[in-house]
């Protein structure tokens, strides 16, 4: 059974600039999560998606945004890059969120510069 | 007060010896816990999960809940070098939708 995929693995933009990440589930999950993990910040949550709707958003600027395909593929977006953006992206999928495991990707790492 | 709070550590512990890894949550509704570990560089692997007060065992790892306290915690027996990571709690807080919230991580050193 695969895993959970993200990709690209590796990214690196220019501050201003706009990127999209992807994240496909393990087959059969419909619950994907995204997670912004640095030195200094830990794991913080940034949004959950289950069919198709967001459920549930963490405390960052609406410059980051996410949706979810019927698929239950996931893409988050992040506009007008900032150095501060650096970050390992993470998304963690699971059966249905709530009382469920959830399972991480390989992860995102994002370097502005 | 954070919703999940984690000693940061570093807790450092010889081989085969027990390492104890605490964690407090705020949510008093929570009803699943998670504990994941991860190495540097790589993304959380999930360890352990716990739904009802009292201990759950898987091989060497023990998660222990107390709803009442509001703690959970994780006991790792034999501990190996190879157990050296970072420990993430995780709690689902079911309050305004459904998130995971992750403490900060405590960093365990099993030295041989």
């Known amino acids: 059974k695969a895993g959970v995929t993200q990709t690209p693995r590796y990214l690196i933009k220019t501050r201003g600039q706009q990127v999209t990440l992807s994240c496909s589930p393990i087959?059969?999950?419909?619950?994907v999560s995204w997670y912004q993990q640095t030195p200094g910040q830990g794991l913080q949550f940034l949004f959950e998606?289950?069919?198709?709707?967001?459920?549930n958003k963490g405390n960052f600027p609406g410059r980051f945004s996410g949706r979810q395909f019927s698929n239950s593929r996931s893409e988050m977006n992040v506009s007008t890059l900032e150095l501060g953006d650096s970050a390992l992206y993470l998304c963690?999928?699971?059966?249905?969120?709530?009382?469920?495991?959830?399972?991480f990707g390989q992860g995102t790492r994002l370097t502005v510069v | 007060q954070k919703e999940v709070e984690q000693n940061s550590g570093p807790l450092s512990v010889p081989e085969g010896a027990i390492a104890s890894l605490n964690c407090t949550y705020s949510?008093?509704?929570?009803?699943?816990f998670f504990w994941y570990r991860q190495y540097s560089g790589k993304s959380p692997e999930l360890i352990m999960s716990?739904?009802?007060?009292g201990d759950k065992e898987d091989g060497r790892f023990t998660a222990q809940l107390n709803k009442a306290s509001q703690y959970v915690s994780l006991l790792i027996r034999d501990s190996q070098p190879s157990d050296s990571a970072t420990y993430l709690c995780?709690?689902?807080?079911?309050?305004?939708?459904?998130?995971?919230?992750f403490g900060a991580g405590t960093r365990l050193f099993v030295k041989a």
């Open positions: 963690a999928s699971s059966l249905s969120g709530f009382d469920t495991e959830a399972f």
């Open positions: 087959s059969g999950h419909r619950s």
């Open positions: 998606y289950f069919s198709e709707t967001q459920r």
């Open positions: 949510d008093r509704g929570s009803q699943s």
């Open positions: 716990i739904y009802s007060n």
């Open positions: 995780a709690v689902n807080l079911n309050t305004g939708g459904f998130k995971t919230i």
